[in-house]
């Protein structure tokens, strides 16, 4: 699917740049930030479940424990 992406000026030079350092192309670039940003999402969203269901379980012991 094609999308436009505008940018800034200083965007476009960071991309530039990232995209040189890397020997990738910018499309490459984006798409891999793109996939880091979503996985960082999704392990957020995993986290956040195992928390839900740990703390009502641990959360008094952890209290008792206090901070590290």
Not at 26 to 43: E, G, T, Y
Not at 49 to 61: F, K, N, Q
């Amino acid at each position: 699917m094609a999308m436009t992406l505008r940018l800034s000026e200083d965007e476009n030079r960071q991309l530039d740049e990232l995209a040189a350092a890397e020997g990738r192309s910018k499309q490459d670039i984006v798409r891999l930030a793109l996939a880091d940003r979503w996985s960082r999402l999704h392990k957020e969203r995993q986290l956040s479940e195992v928390l839900a269901r740990v703390m009502p379980r641990y959360g008094a012991l952890l209290d008792r424990l206090g901070p590290t």
